[in-house]
C-alpha cells in the first residue's frame, strides 16, 4: 500500500474548508440584503404617509378656502377644478389684506352713490363670472345678504351691483372698503368686505346713530366739548381777574403798565441817556426804584421830616448816619428824598473802594447814581448843581456791634466839609432811626472776615443760624430827619485850607446828627411800630 505524501494531505485539507468559507459569504450577503430591503421599505413607508398627509391637508384647504354653494347653486353651477396648495394659500392672504384694509377705527357714515354705469360688455363677458356668482353681497346698513345666484343669470355685473335700501331712503352704492367712492377690479376670488356710506345730507331712515362721530370728526367723542369749555372758562376768569385788578388799581395799574412797555421800548432802542459818572436816570426810575419802594413803604415804613430843608434847585452835601449791617440806609435815604421831595430830587452817593469791587453791586450802584467817595468826584457834581450824599462812618458805622447803637463813629479827617467849602454848597445834617435794628450784629467772626478780604463777618440772631432766610431783614420803623443846613458859602473857597476850620465844622455837624438821633429815640413808641 502506497504512503500518502504531505503535499498531497494539504490539499485535500484546503478543499474541504472553501465550500465552509462559501456558506459564511453567502450568509452576510443575504442578510445584507435583507437589511437594505428593509429600509427601502420603510423608507417608502415613510414618503408615502408624508404625500398621502400632504394631499390630506391640501384637501382640507381647498374646502376651507372655497365658498359653500347653496342647494339651488349646487344643482346649477359647473363644479370648479381642483386648485394646487399655492393658489389657495394666495386666497387666504388676499382675503385677509381686504379684510384688514376695509376694517375702520371709526364707524364711518354714509354718502350718497353717484348714478350707476351701464354694464360694459367686458365685464359680462369675464370667464370668472360663475365664481363670482357664489360670493355673498355685502349688505348696507346692517341689513340682511341677498340670496345666492346662478351664474350670472339674475346677478347684475360688478360695476352696477346696488344694494337694497328703505323705503324714503337715498340709492345707496357699495364703494370700495377704503372709502374712495370707486371700484378697483380685484383679480382674487375670494369676497372683499365693503363699508357703505351715507348721502352729505343725511335723512331720518340713513342718519348715523348718535354718539357716532362723523368721518370727518379727528378727535375723541367729548374732546371739543371740554375744549371749548376751557376755554370759555380762561376767558371770564381773565375778564374777572382784569376787572377786580382794574377796579384796584384803577388808571394808576393802567399807567404803570404803560411806563413799563415804554422803558422796554427805549432800551430795546437805545433811547437813553448815561453821565459821565455812568448814572443811568431811566433805569433807576423804572427797575431799581419800583423794587426799594417796597421796601420803603411796605417793609420799613419810612417816616420823611424836614425835606423843606434840601434845596430846590443847586448843589448840596446831605451827611448821614451809617448802620444797618448792610448798607440799605444809603439807599433808602436816596428814595426818601425822590418821593417827598417837591422836585424830586436825585441824591448822588459817594461810595467806597469795596462797594464798586464787588461784581454785580457795583455796576447797580453806578447805574443809580452812586460814584467813588474822592473829593474831585464830589467837588465836580456839587459844582454841577447836584444833591450829593456822604456817610463819613464809612464800614466802622454800618459793622458796629449792637449794644453801640445809634453812637456815631469818628468823622475822619472832615474831607466832605473841604469839598462843601470849596464847591460853596450847604451843608445838611441828615439822622436815620430804624436802620441799627434791620440786622442786629451779635458777633463778628473776624478770622473769617480776614478770609474773605470783608471788613467783618457779622453774627445776628437770624443768621447763619437760618440760613438763607436770616438775609431777610427785620421790618423796624425808619424815621429820616434832615436838620437845617449849614451854610458854607460865606466862609469863602480858600477856608478849606485851614484845617481848625475843617474840623470845627466837621464837629458841628457830627453833634447834630447825634442829638438829633437821641430825639428822634425819644419821642419813637417801639423799634417795630
Not at 355685473?157 to 331712503?169: D, E, K, N, P, V
Not at 393802567?254 to 431811566?282: I, M
Not at 426818601?336 to 461784581?359: E, K, S, Y
Amino acid at each position: 500500500m502506497a504512503q500518502r505524501t504531505p503535499s498531497s494531505t494539504t490539499k485535500k485539507t484546503a478543499r474541504a474548508a472553501t465550500p465552509a468559507k462559501s456558506a459564511k459569504k453567502t450568509a452576510a450577503t443575504k442578510a445584507t440584503t435583507r437589511k437594505t430591503a428593509a429600509a427601502k421599505k420603510t423608507t417608502t413607508r415613510k414618503t408615502a404617509a408624508a404625500t398621502k398627509a400632504t394631499t390630506q391637508k391640501t384637501a382640507a384647504a381647498k374646502k376651507t378656502t372655497a365658498p359653500k354653494p347653496t342647494a339651488k347653486k349646487a344643482s346649477t353651477t359647473k363644479t370648479a377644478a381642483p386648485r394646487s396648495a399655492v393658489a389657495a394659500a394666495a386666497e387666504r392672504a388676499g382675503g385677509e389684506r381686504a379684510r384688514r384694509r376695509s376694517t375702520p377705527l371709526l364707524a364711518g357714515s354714509e354718502t350718497t352713490a353717484p348714478p350707476t354705469k351701464k354694464t360694459t360688455a367686458s365685464s359680462a363677458s369675464r370667464p370668472t363670472a360663475s365664481r363670482r356668482a357664489s360670493r355673498p353681497a355685502a349688505a348696507v346698513g346692517g341689513s340682511a345678504p341677498t340670496s345666492g345666484t346662478t351664474k350670472g343669470a339674475s346677478r347684475p355685473a360688478r360695476t352696477t351691483r346696488s344694494t337694497t335700501r328703505a323705503a324714503g331712503a337715498p340709492a345707496l352704492r357699495v364703494v370700495d372698503g377704503e372709502g374712495t367712492g370707486t371700484r378697483r377690479p380685484r383679480r382674487t376670488t375670494t369676497p372683499r368686505p365693503r363699508v357703505a356710506t351715507a348721502p352729505t345730507t343725511p335723512s331720518p331712515a340713513s342718519a348715523p346713530a348718535e354718539g357716532t362721530p362723523s368721518s370727518g370728526t379727528a378727535l375723541a367723542p367729548g374732546v371739543a366739548e371740554l375744549l371749548s369749555v376751557a376755554l370759555s372758562a380762561g376767558q371770564v376768569a381773565s375778564r374777572t381777574i382784569g376787572g377786580a385788578v382794574s377796579n384796584a388799581a384803577g388808571e394808576e395799574w393802567e399807567r404803570r403798565l404803560g411806563e413799563v412797555l415804554s422803558f422796554l421800548r427805549r432800551r430795546v432802542q437805545g433811547d437813553y441817556s448815561v453821565d459821565d459818572f455812568g448814572f443811568d436816570e431811566d433805569f433807576t426810575l423804572h427797575t431799581a426804584f419800583p423794587v426799594l419802594r417796597l421796601l420803603k413803604d411796605r417793609w420799613f415804613r419810612v417816616e420823611v421830616r424836614g425835606i423843606e430843608n434840601i434845596p430846590a434847585t443847586g448843589g448840596a452835601l446831605v451827611v448821614s448816619n451809617h448802620s444797618g449791617t448792610i448798607a440799605l440806609d444809603s439807599v433808602m435815604t436816596q428814595l426818601a428824598i425822590h418821593d417827598a421831595h417837591p422836585q424830586h430830587r436825585f441824591l448822588r452817593m459817594l461810595g467806597a473802594d469795596l462797594v464798586f469791587a464787588l461784581p454785580v453791586v457795583g455796576d447797580f450802584a453806578r447805574k443809580t447814581g452812586a460814584t467813588l467817595a474822592t473829593n474831585p468826584d464830589a467837588e465836580r457834581l456839587m459844582t454841577s448843581g447836584e444833591l450829593v450824599g456822604v456817610w463819613p462812618e464809612g464800614f466802622k458805622g454800618v459793622g458796629k456791634p449792637f449794644r453801640e447803637r445809634y453812637k456815631l463813629q469818628r468823622f475822619g479827617r472832615g474831607g466832605f466839609v473841604a469839598a462843601a467849602i470849596r464847591s460853596e454848597v450847604p451843608i445838611i445834617p441828615c439822622s436815620v432811626v430804624g436802620a441799627e435794628e434791620i440786622y442786629p450784629m451779635v458777633g463778628n467772626a473776624k478770622t473769617l472776615a480776614r478770609l474773605l478780604g470783608a471788613p467783618y463777618a457779622p453774627i445776628t440772631p437770624t443768621f447763619p443760624l437760618l440760613g438763607p432766610l436770616g438775609l431777610v431783614p427785620l421790618p423796624s420803623k425808619w424815621i429820616i430827619e434832615f436838620s437845617p443846613p449849614v451854610d458854607t458859602a460865606s466862609l469863602g473857597p480858600t477856608a478849606a485850607d485851614d484845617p481848625a476850620l475843617v474840623f470845627d465844622l466837621t464837629d458841628q455837624v457830627r453833634e447834630t446828627i447825634q442829638q438829633t438821633l437821641y430825639s428822634v429815640l425819644m419821642t419813637r413808641r417801639s423799634v417795630f411800630f
